[in-house]
Each structure stands twice: as structure tokens, then as C-alpha cells.
């Protein structure tokens, strides 16, 4: 061990040692060893652990277990603190105030806790409202067939196709687009590969098979089609570029549709006309369908949604097929006729299922180990433009990847199962087992206000607004567990916008549509990146002044490479006037997820244990310098924890902080 890590190690033990306003559980002790193993486990595979909380799409989930383990070491009756064992939150109440995906709000009130969520953006609290609310199974399935049957009556017709084997009628499963490129004397077609499917037996299914020429015409025009790796002009060998200068729409060129006969099975073959008049029919019918003005569906811009403008795609509407704006408008009618208690999670279904069905979507189908699955759009969690396009049927029979049915099953039916009786894992010898958690119910009765809590338990509040303005009392909630956002992370408020325009169209008076995305706790911007610190101190003064006393405690979990995060972070606790009682460090990323595989990215988070200070401001004197070894995640993640409590525990300046993070971290 360095002397660095000695002298690291040595805080991190006095940090324990020191006695806090009022001992909770946590204070003292947290199964790390346990809680990484559990964690690790579930990052492979997070909407299988806990599937109710995944009905729509949000990003930067934390791990269901690391929030259960939290929320367990505040359970004051030791017999139950197990992991495993039913309840003991009975009369407590949690906030997070940055809600999000909603993991804590979920897993505190299957602990029978009461909980109050806040977010600024809708998506999050529609979602909690709706996955938190105890409906029956049987009911939302009925509401379910009833609204897919006449969303198949209305869509099937443009989804037919006809079968190679038998030239019957067969049902569309998706169709493959190829992207057109430019340069100054003609253009081309470029797809991702010509292997269009890879079976486990070696078997291939290509592109040049039902193209032997790799020559597409449709009507005068004639393109070439090349793999993504060869994307030159054949006549001038120069770089072929973006088709800017026509609709996003008129950008990909259909190709192959792969179809399912219910003789002959699923079938490849090339696009016909038949098939373009499909597409045609759906275009007129679409333009008798009422949909949102071109103004709220406007790409006003932001960190990654300026992609888009750059492309010149000026409105979501450019991003989806005229069969999937059929779909849209269908299921806006649709969804207007069902009843209002039923109407959150069916628009939430639907909006969700617009990752797998956009033009942005690509196609897996080279992939032995994947044939033919969907690339949804925010696999790279930004947005990105393949170039072979994947057009599914959302109405498809079969329960296959991005349809509604399977969406429905996964997401609702699987959900709802989940949550009447939660399951955890296990750890074995071998690998881990299921143990269903007895007594617990993932869901709970909302309230208006917080009078219900004092006489009842799993109760939620929910609120969309600015949390450093909560409509609280004072000392008025026992614990604020939260998950913050990744300061220069982005794509929580610009990406949604793509969801969230749809949504507002469904649900038009159950949310304030009118907010400013862009005032969440992220630096866009390496000129404003003290807007995190800005946002974050209101969030954080207020949950000192709402926290109860003495127990009161601020948990949250983070990390970050860069010295800027933790200096901003620092700042906002310090003049909220918080202290660290401890911290822990817990695995946190799947470390072959897209956005990060081969990257340097941290696989760890530290999960921080504040209390409001006391009356008196701490005079300690910081002294920590040196470098923060940063070949490993874990200890990097603890050894930051350990100089935040240092730099809190300090009457050092702001220079003086900002000097010692970056001596430590580098800039």
C-alpha cells in the first residue's frame, strides 16, 4: 500500500470513528461485500430484477439491490435488517428529490415505507404514478386486448406482404432500409453488412442473394449498394456524405422485408411493389389523422438533440415511417376512449415502444448470437443514424422484440406479477437462485398530501416541479435517498424530449408540459458547469431543512472521473451545510454496456451518508494533497468519498477546495 493509500485509509477509518449528531445504522456499518455481489449480478440484466420499474424508458438506473441495501441499514429493528426479510420501514417516510427512474420510491415502499417523489420532468412521475399504482392484472389485461385488437384492425392491412414460397398473404415482421449517401456525381446505398441473418448452424442469409447486381432501382432512380465499411463514390472514389438536401423521410430506401407465412415460416426477400404501395397506402391514410402542431413538435435543440438540427431534421415527426405516424395517430384515438385510470400506463406503453419503432432503429441481424433483433434507438444512449434502418411492425402477432404484445408482457403483465410478489436473488455456490420476498407489495395508494402518512403505511406523494421549492414542512421526512444527476450528463432532459412531445399529445392535462429542460442539475456546457453546484445547493438546503432531527440523514449514491464533478458537488453540500458521516463504495456498471464497453469508464459507485451540521461550522484545517490512484474503480470512488468528507469537514476556502481536488485528481 502507498503512502497515499495509507494516509486515505487512515481517514476513511477516523471518518468512522467519529460520533454523528445521531447514530442510524448505517451510520456504522453496510454489507458491501453483499451489496457489490447482488449489484454486479443485476447490472447484466436490470429490468429482469426488477421489471416494475421499467415500464418506460429512463436512463442512468442505479442497482434495485444497492437502494434495498441502503434502505435496510435504516431499518432500526435489527431482526429486520436481512436483505431478505419482509418490511421494516413501517412509519417512515423517504423522499428523493430527484426521483427519476423511481428505484428508490420502489424499493422503500415495498419496505413499507411512505415516499414522496419529485422530478422536473413528467416522464418520471407519470411513470411512478402509474407503476406504483395497485391496478389489477385482470383489468389492465382486458383494457390491453381490447386496444390491440383494434389497433391490429386498424394497422394489419398495411402491414401485409406476400410470401416467396407460396405468393400468399403473409404478415410483415419488419423491413430493412439501406441509407442513402451523396457525393457531387451521384449517390449510393449503404446498409451495415450484407449479412442480413446468421444462423448458429453457419448458415447465412446476405444482402447479394436477393440482389445479386447490388443494383436497387425504384422507378428512373438507380443507387448501388455498399457495406458501411466502403462508403466512397465507385465513379470518383470520394467520401459519400449525408443526403441533407431531402426529407429525412426520402433518406432510406427500402430494401429487404422479412416477413412470417404461416406455412412456410419467416421469410427474406427483396422488397416489391406490393410492398412500396403498402407504404404509399399508409401515407394517405396517416394525413387523415389529427396529430400534434409542427410547433410543439419542434427539435428545439440541446447537447445531443443538435444531432439532429445538424442533419436538418427540424421535427420529431421526421423520424418516424409513414406506417409508424399511422401507428401514433391510431393509438392517439384509441387511447382517448379508454378510462382515465387506465390511460397512464397504456400512453406510457405506447410512447415507450417508439425506441423500437423509428427509422432511427438499426438491426442486429448479423449477429450470430442476436439474429435479427432490434438496435433500438438509444442503445448509445445519444442519438445515432445506422445505416441499415429497421422498420418494425408494432401490431406483429408473434411476441417478438419491440412489439407491443411483447412490450405488454414484459413491461406490464411480468410487472404486475413482480410486484404482488417481489423476487430477489440469491448468491449460491453455482451461480444465485430466485426467493420470492413474502409480505411485500411493490406499490402502494397515492395521496394529495402528507396527512395520510401518520396514520398509514406505503402511502406515495408525488410532484413535478423545482425541488429546492418543496411544498413540505419543516423537519417534516426521516430520509432523502436519491441518485443525483452525472453533472455533464445530458441526456436525461434532452433526449426525453423525444418521448416527450408524444406525450403530451396523449396526456395533455396530466402533467406541466411547459417546464425548462434544460434547468436540471447538468452542465451542459464546460462554461457553465457551476449550474450544477447552482442547482444542486437549492435541492440540497432543502432537504436539510425537511430532514427530521436528530436521525435525519442525506444518502445518495455517486461517481466521476473529473475533478470539476466532485468540486461542484463539494461546494452544494458544504453551503447547504452538510456533513459526511461515512461512505461505501458498491459495483454500479455493467461493464460491456454499449456506452461504455472499451471505455475508461467507472464500474463503482460511492454511496455518500450526510447529516445537516450542527450549529457549530467546522474549523478543521484541510490538509490532504497528492494524486488519487485512478487504475482502479473501486478504490478511486472510495478515496474521492474520503476527501469530500475531508473538504466538508474543513473550514478551507473555495480555492482551497478546488486547489486540493485538482492536486488530487489532475484537471
Not at 137 to 156: C, H, I, P, W
Not at 335 to 357: C, G, M, Q, Y
Amino acid at each position: 500500500m502507498s503512502p497515499l493509500q495509507m494516509e486515505m485509509s487512515f481517514h476513511a477509518l477516523e471518518r468512522k470513528q467519529r460520533k454523528p449528531l445521531s447514530c442510524v445504522p448505517i451510520d456504522e456499518s453496510f454489507p458491501e461485500r453483499e451489496a457489490n455481489e447482488l449489484a454486479h449480478i443485476e447490472s447484466f440484466n436490470k429490468h429482469l430484477f426488477r421489471p416494475n420499474t421499467y415500464l418506460h424508458k429512463w436512463w442512468a438506473r442505479r442497482a434495485g439491490t444497492t437502494f434495498r441495501f441502503i434502505l435496510k441499514q435504516l431499518v432500526t429493528d435489527a431482526s429486520l435488517r436481512n436483505y431478505y426479510a419482509a418490511g421494516g420501514l413501517e412509519g417512515i417516510t423517504i423522499l428523493d428529490p430527484m426521483m427519476g427512474g423511481g428505484t428508490t420510491l420502489h424499493e422503500a415502499i415495498r419496505l413499507g415505507a411512505n415516499v414522496i417523489g419529485c422530478d422536473l420532468d413528467p416522464i418520471p412521475v407519470l411513470q411512478a404514478r402509474a407503476s406504483l399504482s395497485l391496478i389489477s392484472l385482470e383489468q389492465k389485461e382486458l383494457v390491453f386486448q381490447d386496444f390491440l385488437s383494434a389497433l391490429e384492425n386498424g394497422l394489419r392491412p398495411y402491414f401485409q406482404t406476400r410470401c416467396p414460397d407460396c405468393a400468399g398473404s403473409a404478415e410483415l415482421q419488419f423491413m430493412l432500409y439501406g441509407a442513402r449517401k451523396s457525393c457531387d456525381c451521384g449517390e449510393a446505398l449503404l446498409v451495415d453488412s450484407f449479412t442480413l441473418r446468421e444462423e448458429t448452424d453457419g448458415r447465412h442469409k446476405r444482402l447479394d442473394h436477393y440482389y445479386p447486381t447490388l443494383t436497387v432501382k425504384r422507378g428512373r432512380k438507380e443507387w448501388r449498394v455498399f457495406e458501411k465499411g466502403n462508403a466512397c463514390c465507385p465513379t470518383c472514389g470520394k467520401q459519400l456524405g449525408n443526403t441533407t438536401h431531402v426529407p429525412f423521410s426520402e433518406r432510406y430506401i427500402p430494401l429487404i422485408t422479412v416477413g412470417l407465412c404461416q406455412n412456410h415460416g419467416q421469410f427474406f426477400t427483396q422488397v416489391e411493389g406490393r410492398d412500396l404501395n403498402a407504404i404509399r397506402k399508409a401515407k394517405k391514410a396517416a394525413t387523415s389523422l389529427a396529430f400534434p402542431t409542427k410547433d410543439s413538435l419542434r427539435v428545439l435543440g440541446g447537447p445531443k438533440s443538435s444531432d439532429l438540427l445538424t442533419r436538418r431534421i427540424e421535427h420529431y415527426s421526421e423520424l418516424f415511417t409513414a406506417r409508424q405516424l399511422l401507428y401514433l395517430g391510431t393509438a392517439k384515438k384509441l387511447i382517448d376512449a379508454v378510462e382515465p385510470k387506465h390511460r397512464f400506463w397504456l400512453a406510457l406503453l405506447v410512447s415507450t415502444s417508439l425506441e423500437f419503432n423509428s427509422a432511427l432503429c438499426g438491426y442486429k441481424g448479423s449477429e450470430r448470437r442476436r439474429p435479427g433483433a432490434i438496435r433500438h434507438v438509444f442503445s448509445h444512449h445519444a442519438y445515432s443514424f445506422p445505416y441499415t434502418s429497421l422498420e418494425n411492425n408494432p401490431v406483429f402477432s408473434r411476441r417478438t422484440s419491440g412489439t407491443l404484445r411483447r412490450l405488454f408482457d414484459d413491461r406490464i403483465k411480468d410487472a404486475s406479477v413482480w410486484a404482488s410478489t417481489p423476487i430477489e436473488r440469491k448468491p449460491t455456490l453455482n451461480g444465485w437462485r430466485k426467493t420470492a420476498v413474502l409480505g411485500e407489495v411493490d406499490g402502494g395508494s397515492e395521496c394529495s398530501s402528507m396527512e395520510p402518512f401518520a396514520h398509514e403505511n406505503r402511502r406515495f406523494l408525488l410532484a413535478q416541479g423545482d425541488s429546492s421549492r418543496l411544498s413540505l414542512p419543516d423537519k417534516s421526512v426521516d430520509y432523502v435517498v436519491t441518485d443525483p444527476p452525472y453533472f455533464d450528463s445530458v441526456q436525461y432532459s434532452d433526449l426525453s424530449h423525444f418521448f416527450r412531445v408524444w406525450l403530451q399529445w396523449f396526456l395533455p392535462k396530466d402533467a406541466k408540459w411547459d417546464f425548462t429542460p434544460l434547468s436540471s442539475a447538468v452542465a451542459e456546457t464546460e462554461a457553465d458547469k457551476d449550474k450544477y453546484r447552482r442547482v444542486l445547493t437549492g435541492i440540497w438546503s432543502e432537504c436539510n431543512r425537511v430532514l427530521r432531527r436528530p436521525h435525519g440523514r442525506l444518502i445518495f449514491t455517486f461517481h466521476h472521473w473529473r475533478a470539476d464533478a466532485w468540486i461542484q458537488l463539494t461546494m452544494a453540500l458544504k453551503a447547504a451545510a452538510f456533513r459526511l458521516v461515512t461512505s461505501y463504495t458498491v459495483h454500479s456498471e455493467n461493464p460491456i454496456s454499449v456506452h461504455i464497453n472499451n471505455l475508461k469508464a467507472l464500474k463503482h459507485d460511492s454511496i455518500l451518508v450526510l447529516e445537516p451540521n450542527g450549529s457549530n461550522p467546522p474549523k478543521k484545517k484541510l490538509s490532504r494533497a497528492g494524486l488519487i490512484d485512478d487504475r482502479d474503480s473501486f478504490s478511486f470512488c472510495r478515496d474521492c468519498a474520503g476527501l469530500l468528507g475531508e473538504c466538508l469537514d474543513s473550514d478551507a476556502s473555495e480555492s482551497e477546495i478546488t486547489s486540493s481536488w485538482h492536486a488530487a485528481l489532475g484537471k
